[in-house]
């Protein structure tokens, strides 16, 4: 923890005050009435004199000179947080300087050992949610390939989603690979975009398109759509198709359809932007662009993101047919693609919205520490918070200390792990199972 010395107008409410300082020039020389006074309002502190001695507060004599007041005991803690009311009574009382803890670092590490502890809690909550809303994309695929499908159902897991503020817990679910990869990849991607969608457009300063999270959620959710009209063995297969096999062209028929539900269903236009174009790359002559008769130029900003925030999803999730990436990973190959395969502007607000180590991520760091990634930094990227699981021989903690990286010296991350390859089934059990503290 910081401390530091400050002058009585740099007290800031949220600092705590280990000593007051800087009293000589409006004490002076104690008289009686000051003796009397410091005795009674510092009770239990204790006093260093100007020669450098140390005496209880009640021990200082007429004629002393006072240096500092320090050493507060728990019952007179309201006169070491600094809130309005106390700068406002030291400000009377001649007190010049203080010798403070930076709350902010202190208050500041609280914080963020509490939205750790919310994060855990959510994505413990959010699970079920998930779940339940891919069986929901489920059936609303399946009522679709039998020519009828409403949305009603959808709609009140979105609210759901949103209410609880999930969306962050899911993009955690994401990270630590627990979806199912037709239907929960739907949500996943859903959730991600609306996640991070109006941040970026903050950040661009562009009005958003979407009237709120659910709207942005659903309009995500249902980029794939038009998966409901492929047979569930093709659509749930574990196999890879070859390259211009049937399967493979009802697979790459699937944008193209989900454009024409989604107007039929007159979706929002932005969302039919995104069903259509979300496999249209900039080089429409590549085979991973389709429709072929489709221009990238006319792809949205929200679609271009969508395209990143899918890929990003199918290498991060579980396919029975490959290893999936780490998060991580799966961060520098759409960074390395950026401004080739993916939009770069859409690409950069992505990666400062989600970070370089999205939430989830399991990481070494430099003492060869391990644990799991908590947050966005607001700077260097490669510096977020991490919740220690393992020390650095690799035992087992009971607890988990929180090590914020932005503000620590001599660690860093020097590598990123796949939470499943080290746990298999039970990733995502340590991740809920952490206590942080
Ligand atoms: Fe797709
Ligand atoms: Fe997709």
Redesign the pocket.
């Given at each position: 923890m910081k401390e530091e010395v400050v002058e009585q107008d740099k007290l800031i409410p949220g600092m705590r005050i280990i000593a007051y300082q800087g009293l000589e020039a409006r004490f002076g020389t104690l008289d009686a009435e000051k003796v009397q006074w410091l005795a009674h309002n510092f009770k239990g502190t204790t006093a260093i004199k100007v020669d450098g001695s140390q005496v209880a507060i009640d021990a200082l004599k007429v004629g002393d000179r006072l240096l500092e007041i320090g050493s507060f005991p728990a019952s007179l803690l309201h006169l070491c947080e600094v809130g309005e009311g106390l700068v406002k009574a030291l400000k009377s009382q001649g007190f010049s300087r203080f010798k403070v803890q930076t709350a902010s670092a202190q208050e500041s590490h609280i914080q963020s050992v509490g939205k750790a502890t919310l994060l855990v809690e959510k994505t413990k909550k959010s699970k079920e949610t998930q779940a339940r809303a891919a069986k929901e994309v489920e059936k609303v695929m399946d009522a679709l390939a039998q020519g009828a499908a409403s949305l009603e159902s959808l709609n009140g897991l979105v609210e759901e989603i949103v209410e609880n503020s999930y969306l962050e817990a899911i993009g955690a679910l994401a990270t630590l690979k627990q979806s199912d990869y037709t239907y929960g990849?739907?949500v996943d991607?859903g959730a991600i975009f609306a996640g991070v969608y109006f941040e970026i457009q903050r950040h661009r300063g562009v009005e958003p398109v979407f009237a709120d999270l659910q709207e942005a959620l659903l309009s995500g959710l249902l980029?794939?759509l038009g998966k409901s009209s492929m047979p569930k063995d093709i659509l749930e297969s574990p196999l890879q198709f070859e390259k211009d096999s049937p399967e493979m062209r009802l697979q790459r028929g699937h944008s193209e359809k989900t454009g024409k539900l989604l107007t039929e269903m007159k979706a929002h236009p932005v969302a039919i932007n995104m069903g259509l174009y979300?496999h249209v790359k900039p080089d429409g002559d590549t085979y991973s662009s389709y429709p072929k008769n489709l221009d990238f130029k006319d792809a949205l900003f929200e679609t271009r993101l969508l395209a990143i925030i899918?890929s990003y999803?199918?290498l991060t999730g579980r396919r029975p047919f490959k290893r999936s990436w780490s998060a991580p990973a799966a961060m520098r190959y759409l960074e390395a693609l950026s401004g080739v395969e993916y939009d770069e502007e859409a690409f950069e607000g992505f990666a400062k919205v989600l970070g370089l180590f999205p939430v989830g991520s399991l990481v070494e760091l430099s003492d060869k520490s391990r644990g799991f990634v908590m947050n966005v930094p607001q700077g260097d990227l490669s510096r977020p918070q991490v919740v220690l699981i393992q020390d650095p021989e690799g035992r087992d903690l009971n607890k988990h200390p929180l090590v914020d990286l932005s503000v620590t010296q001599g660690l860093s991350i020097v590598k990123d792990l796949d939470p499943v390859e080290l746990f298999g089934e039970k990733a995502l059990d340590r991740f809920l199972a952490l206590k942080v503290g």
């Open positions: 990849h739907c991607v980029h794939d979300h899918d999803q199918a």
